[in-house]
């Protein structure tokens, strides 16, 4: 199983970005999609998650922000981020769940808010 995610980078205060994590191989068959992130010496925690019915949930420091969706068919989930803060400094990583509740990570990708 691999995923892998595109769409990091460097961003001003009040920008916007777009995360796509594709995911490939023998991932059985998916249940949810999300995204988590790290701050530096923190633990992971969820910035947004999307059932395969199209579920979705956020972190209250995000709703309203960011908006996240997928793509059944090219297994691909994405996290459209608006409105950018410095606060959203983070490495996100892309989780995959599928119906067995096994759980798939992305190597990560640096998001850095700064002007």
């Known amino acids: 199983v691999q995923l892998v995610e595109s769409g990091g980078g460097l961003v001003q205060p009040g920008g916007s970005l777009r995360l796509s994590c594709a995911a490939s191989g023998s991932i059985f068959s998916i249940y949810a999609m999300g995204w988590y992130r790290q701050f530096l010496g923190k633990p992971c925690e969820l910035v947004a998650v999307i059932t395969s019915g199209g579920t979705t949930n956020y972190a209250d420091s995000v709703k309203g922000r960011f908006t996240i969706s997928r793509d059944n068919a090219k297994n691909t989930v994405y996290l459209q981020m608006n409105r950018l803060k410095p606060e959203d400094t983070a490495v996100y990583y892309c989780?995959?769940?599928?119906?067995?509740?096994?759980?798939?990570w992305g190597q990560g990708t640096q998001v850095t808010v700064s002007s």
């Open positions: 989780n995959v769940q599928n119906v067995m509740l096994s759980n798939y």
